[in-house]
């Protein structure tokens, strides 16, 4: 479903990718592990189009979309939700959602899918009028994610859910992942640090160190692997 | 190592080239014209400078002065003091033996002392501010335009002997010429018994609109209105004046006598009164020189355009008379002997006033300024 | 002996929002205390409003540096604090990025210098010996830190695991007797957590201050602190060893979950 | 190569062609037609539409060239290149440098004998607006501040020498020190109600502080002589000579110099001391350096109270220069072209102000030739040069703090000092 | 206390209001979206009067009716304007989008002094009269000592345009998009939404207000140069600093607040020092309030 071939990816001068090759495949959970600043974002930030590679190439369900402006690749259903949430805080839950339908003109199913992320999430129907920016962390998180459902993904970049959240949300979050996977068939691309929870839901995984690829497996194998066990997972 | 020796003798020959420009030789005698050519108040400055070249043509056409040809030295200062200095010992330094200018009494302030310490003659066609003349610290200025306090009494002295006005509000734009004129107005009416101010205020120029002030007007019961500025914001106070309906006399001074006004401010222009340099347009000397200009350069003359060529004619003439370009001699000219111009036949006194030039008031007429007698 | 740090009935409210809500709150000499709550519990409004960022609505704080003798510090500026022995971290690192890591652990020994413009301008003898010193001190700290390899590097270009102890540093470098910090282990991978966990230990140790932290990684609270506060919609909820709160039935429903002890 | 040639395909041009159509468009009212509501005439100028086409086809090509290079070099910024080289020359080769720096000291000395009493002038009003934007780049780019009334500093200074002269008959240098402390205390005064402001805010409100300055001093006669200014303001006298005036203007270019050099060594002292490091910081985070003990209030008063410090000792240059002054001389754009010299040389660095100020006081006396021209130009390269050069000409070089290992009695630790 | 006065200087304040709110509400949505001082829009409503000058005056004579002539003035005013706004965008600040704050304010402040000069060598640097079209409405007569038909027209189109803008902002697809932009620009990204195209709506919005304001502004006073943007811009950022910059409803109320008080400082005190009035106020409302008396507090996540 989505190549990623060779890219190279620079902050100014600075490259923090490395021929990086990834590949996810129609209906799985796949996880990108490493340490803080190894390129996970920057991988993620290269597929939305935001920091687009300066050599290499992307292809989603087969048709090329490095260097594809940001708004044309969400219209291709590549959605994601960044690190820190982003909510907008003045918007209300409510418009934050409408924002995650921009590009959708089906007011209808809009509507349903509206219904569909307060049944997900019920916290934030009775919310919805409230501005985001006064959602605790846990319910933005939530917010974040329904954000991101709304645009109808067909594969959704998920950078660190789990960050800087209570266990108890934490856990939350991760079944509501594994929930839209199975549910929806949406292809879930997840970013994380906590190599623990990341590998438990997905069925792949990549290991990064600074801009490089480091390992692949099935996410099996990477918890078993002596490695990975001592440095990512505090075994 | 290479570079930078290059650079380095690249340095010192630019240095050589502009000591070079800096000497003096026997040539043509050079006249600096120093004014805004730039910048918003350039519409005061050029018509000085074109005046002073076709002068200065006229004079070459017939051979020139002394056997020797006139060239000019065009300068512009912007108006502002700061430029001005330097511009002064621009032209110091090529040797000019006089100047036209400056437009600005502020920049021409600023000037006056360079010129004064290397002996040049200066005579303005435009700086009014009383001080360069009465404080007798500039004895190298002369000019061929009224100081703002005879402005000032001529509108003061109409205001009450021919309009018999009581009530009497004085408003300027806070600038230079404009406040100084007000206070003037303002010394003058407070002499007199026979009127009170009832207002003195300042407004500020280029404000989107003056209600308040002239609401405030209103209030104060004013009869009339002096207005010490230009005609740009007393074409806005008359017409939102007049728009109000309010019967408000509106006299105002040489920055609003000027066609532009009554353009601008189109039918509520009607009934003002201004006062202006006395009407020398009879003259044929004026028309000549009105004529020339149109024919040279196809439009209008600006404001000062007279007064230009009338300063231009004085200091030829001075250095004809005087035989030489020294100071000395110059200005002993300028002071003693007559020369016809656009302005009538004119000299300087001692304090540097030309004598002959005084002011008169004007009226809106059928959108036309007319001349009171 | 009177606790280094206590607060009573402190209270925070933001508009009509109740951020921080009477809260009774001590550390003693030498401990370590940890500070825990969901997200949005009020745990960085609380750190605020000890440390002079906000001034707390209502209740106090007292500080006793000592061991005796409480001084009230309620509204004081954050540099006042600072001066007086409290030094912190913050949840989102706010290091001087475009300073060297000498000279960030530099400005943390701000506090204890004195050299004004006039030394600054005439470069008076006092100044340069303490220009001098200053900058001994602060590699001494980083040598103690273990981030001396990096001295010359600019703060921004660190390792993520270095930033958040180079914050650590500095921090230090104020001479506090009270140390604030703020998830110091976020974004910090197993290994790094462990290495931080050694190290919050020996900072006491060394340095004989007393550790108050914030933290979500539970691994981590559990194993360095003595004594846990938790609390939830800015109010106290629970405190004990860490044993206790592992066991609490409201602690385990508001904020642990399940699998907490996984 | 093969870059450039890029930019010759039927692609790039079809690309210029429609940019340049839409500045015919765009350009078509004001160009072409002209109007004159007074005698109501209106000139139509097809020609100008011809010249704008052409022009703005030049100039898209160009500039898409130029933007595609600056994306390729990415966006890390360095000093302008040959002013880097002449850096690194000098690194290289110590005795260049001091020979080139003798020279350059030799030129700088003879410089008034060599060329004209304007030359002179205009190259002292350089000097100053070096001192001015020393003075600001303390406030803006060390202290982080964006101050927009800097010229009210500058006033005050002016009017201090303007009106001890005239009221108590003191000189030049009495003066100048009298100015800087008036300025200073004004400075503080203004960092009082302001020091809560940051950003934007505190830009409107340093705006409006310099106009209050410009107004009071504009309508308050008694005090400041109003619109019409303090004219006959001596020139620097010394030791009680009084100079003729091409003498005074070189003994003015040297009491510059003098100036520049003085207030160099106080700004590099400043720069690196405790003081320097808390401006740092204070510009990277506020919180965070209040929470290392830096009282924010007492360094924001003092870095405006600095700042406004060169800017009164100019203020007395400035009046003992022109010998004329009026509040018309300390406007907005004053302040405006001050920050201009600050940011076009490069924020924080001295040599970038200096180069700042080159250019930017220099450039529109050497434009002159383009006279009425010239302001258009002058905005036309404030915009490119941000644009191509949005750190300024100049980027700062900061101290490096040696370390001596052998002082760290015990360690363990090798410097990798680089 | 005279009633009438006081009424007469309320409503004069209110205009001058009107004008401000008008140019500040192009600063305002600019500085929301792109957090740039744009300094060159006082430039952009210059622009908007003349091409309107120009348009009205070759219109003159065909000797249409002057309304039409208006009307067509307006629109291709707001089609300059707005065309001017974004080419600017385009090459003066989207090219300064990741550089630091002050360069690109010093890029505005460049291309006001090209925009002024531009207009300076095509056109004239003199004042030119500016055509009177607004008819006198006779339901104003009864008043027209207080009000004039010109007064009206600014007071109902700066009403008509706030609704408006309201409504687009509040409930519109673009309107929403823009607020999220500004909230969070790379977010916006995210979620398909062009911030380009957000931020050329916004130029091209908040020149067209500016456009109007020119229109307005030269009908009222008769009168305008190349030189009129620059202190309307001032004082319209000012303004905006004031209400809140960043904030619609915060740009409006300061305007008006800004109008007031210089209309009531220099009614009861003294002309000479309106500015001062208008700045002294400005501090004193920061200082209480340092985010303007609308705009949302800067809150720092600690």
Known sequence: MLRIENIKTFYGNIQALQDVSIEVKKGEIITLIGANGAGKSTTLMSISGIEPPRSGKIFFEDQDITGMDPDKIVSLGIVQVPEGRRIFPFLTVRENLDMGAFLRTDKEEIKKDIEYVYSLFPLLAERKNQPGGTLSGGEQQMLAISRALMAKPKLLLLDEPSLGLAPIIVQQIMDIIKKVNTENKTTIFLVEQNANLALKIADRGYVMETGRITMKDTAKALQQNEEVKKAYLGI | M???????????????????????????????????????????????????????????????????????????????????????????????????????????????????????????????????????????????????????????????????????????????????????????????????????????????????????????????????????????????????????????????????????????AEGVYASGPKDTSGNPAAQAAIKEYEDKFGDKPGPFYLNAVAATEALINAIKVAGSTDYDAVTKALRSSFVETPLGKIKFDKRGDALGVGFAMYHVENGKYVELK | ???????????????????????????????????????????????????????????????????????????????????????????????????????????????????????????????????????????????????????????????????????????????????????????????????????????????????????????????????????????????????????NPDVIKAYLGDEANA | MSNILKYFSFKEIKKSLVMSVWFMILTFPIMVIKVNTIENTVIWRWNYLIGVGISSFIFASLWRYMIERKKLQGGSESTVPLLQKIRELGERKPTLKKGSLIGVIVLILVFPFIT????????????????????????????????????????????????????????????????????????????????????????????????IVRIVLENWNAFSHGPSGIANIPRPTFFGIHFTLPQATIYLYFIMI?????????????????????????????????????????????????GAFWAGMIGVVFAAKTTFINPASFTLWESIIILCVVVIGGMGSIVGVVVGAGILILLPEYLRAFSQYRMLIFGAILVLMMVFRPGGIVTSVRKVYKIEPHLQGGSDNKVEDK | MDHSYFFELFLGGMTRGSIYALIALGYTMVYGIIKLINFAHGEIYMIGAFTALIVSSVLGFTGMNPILILAIASVLAIFFSSAYGTTMEKIAYKPLREAPRLSALISAIGMSMFLQNYVLLAQTP?????????????????????????????????????????????????????????????????????????????????????????????????????????????????????????????AVLGSFVLGWTESFGTGYISSDYEDVFAFIFLIIILIFRPSGILGRKQNDKV
């Open chain 4, 258 to 306: 003098a100036l520049v050099v003085f207030t160099i060594f106080v700004v590099r002292r400043l720069e690196n001391s405790r003081m320097g490091r808390t401006w740092i910081a204070m510009r990277e985070d506020e919180i965070a350096s209040q929470s290392m003990g830096i009282n924010i209030t007492q360094v924001k008063v003092t870095t405006f109270a600095l």
């Open chain 5, 126 to 250: 003199d004042f030119l009269p500016f055509p009177d079209m607004i008819p006198d409405f006779k339901f104003l007569q009864p008043i027209n000592k207080i009000l004039n038909s010109t007064q009206f027209v600014i007071l109902v189109t700066t009403a008509i345009v706030m609704i408006l803008l309201t409504i687009l902002i509040k409930f519109t697809k673009i309107g929403k998009a823009m607020r999220a932009t500004s909230q969070d620009a790379k977010m916006a990204q995210l979620l398909g939404i062009n911030i380009n195209k957000v931020i050329t709506v916004t130029f091209i919005i908040g020149s067209a207000t500016a456009a109007i304001g020119g229109v307005l502004i030269s009908s009222h006073t008769g009168q305008l140069n190349y030189y009129i943007g620059f202190i309307a811009g001032i004082k319209a950022f000012v303004a905006a600093v004031l209400g809140g910059i960043g904030s619609i409803p915060g």
């Open chain 4, 116 to 211: 004209s009493m304007y030359q002179t002038g205009i190259m002292t009003t350089a000097l100053m607006y070096v001192i001015l934007g020393l003075g600001l780049n303390i406030v803006v780019g060390l202290g982080g501040l964006l101050n927009l009334g800097y010229a009210a500093f500058y006033a005050v200074g002016a009017y201090t020498y303007a009106l001890l002269h005239i009221h108590f008959g003191l000189g030049f240098w009495v003066c100048l020190p009298i100015g800087a402390l008036m300025a200073t205390i004004l400075g503080v005064l203004l960092a009082i109600p302001v020091l809560r402001l940051r950003g934007d805010y505190l830009a409107i409100v340093t705006l409006g502080f310099g106009e």
């Open chain 2, 2 to 268: 290479k570079k930078l020796a290059m650079i380095l003798l690249v340095l010192f020959v630019a240095a050589g080239f502009i000591f070079a420009g800096g000497s003096k030789e026997k040539g043509p005698i050079k006249i600096g014209v120093a004014g805004p050519q730039s910048g918003d108040l350039a519409s005061y400055g050029i018509p000085t400078a074109k005046a002073a070249q076709i002068v200065v043509d006229d004079v070459n056409k017939a051979g020139g002065v002394l056997g020797r040809k006139i060239e000019l030295i065009v300068e512009d200062d912007v108006c502002k003091p700061e430029v001005a200095t330097n511009i002064a010992s621009k032209l110091v330094g090529d040797g000019v033996v006089g100047v036209i200018g400056h437009i600005c009494s502020g920049a021409t302030k600023a000037a006056l002392g360079t010129y004064n310490e290397s002996k040049i003659p200066v005579i303005s066609p435009s700086a009014t501010n009383p001080a360069l003349t009465q404080s007798g610290e500039y004895p190298n200025f002369f000019r061929t335009i009224a100081s703002d306090d005879a402005q000032a009494r001529t509108e003061v002295d109409f205001a009450l002997d021919k309009l018999g006005l009581t009530k009497i509000a004085v408003l300027h734009d806070k600038g230079d010429y404009g406040k100084g004129l007000a206070e003037f107005a303002k010394k003058f009416l407070e002499a007199d018994s026979r009127a009170t101010v009832v207002l003195f205020e300042g407004i500020t120029p280029g404000a989107v609109d003056y209600s308040a002030v002239i609401n405030k007007i209103k209030n104060s019961g004013a009869q009339a209105v002096i207005f010490g500025g230009y005609h740009p914001e007393a074409s806005k106070i008359v017409s939102q004046m007049k728009k109000r309906k309010m019967d408000v006399v509106f006299i105002s001074d040489d920055g609003v006598k000027d066609d532009t006004f009554i353009k601008v401010a189109g039918k509520y």
């Open chain 3, 1 to 247: 002996m009177v606790p280094i740090l206590e607060t009573k009935n402190l209270t925070m409210d933001f508009g009509g929002l109740r951020a921080v809500d009477n809260i009774n709150f001590r550390v003693n000499q030498g401990e370590i205390v940890a500070l825990i709550g969901p997200n949005g519990a009020g745990k960085t409004t609380f750190f605020n409003c000890i440390t002079g960022v906000y001034k707390p609505t209502g209740g106090d704080v007292y500080i006793a540096p000592d061991g005796n003798g409480q001084e009230r510090i309620n509204g004081m500026k954050p540099n006042k604090v600072t001066e007086k022995g409290l030094a912190r971290t913050f949840q989102n690192i706010r290091l001087f990025q475009n300073m060297t890591v000498l000279e960030n652990v530099m400005i943390g020994r701000h506090c204890r210098l004195s050299a004004g413009i006039f030394g600054a301008i005439f470069r008076t003898k006092a100044t340069v010996e303490e220009e001098k010193k200053v900058v001994q001190d602060s590699y001494r700290i980083l040598e103690e830190i273990g981030l001396s390899k990096y001295v010359n590097e600019f703060a921004k270009n660190l390792p993520y695991g270095a930033q958040r102890r180079l914050e650590i540093a500095r921090a230090m470098a104020t001479e506090p007797f009270l140390l604030l910090l703020d998830e110091p282990a976020a974004g910090m991978n197993p290994q790094e957590t462990n290495e931080l966990d050694e190290m919050i230990l020996q900072i006491r140790r060394d340095n004989n201050i007393s550790i108050l932290l914030i933290e979500h990684d539970m691994s981590l609270v559990m194993s360095v602190s003595e004594k846990i506060f938790v609390v939830d919609y800015g109010k106290l909820i629970a405190e004990g060893t860490p044993n206790e709160i592992k066991k």
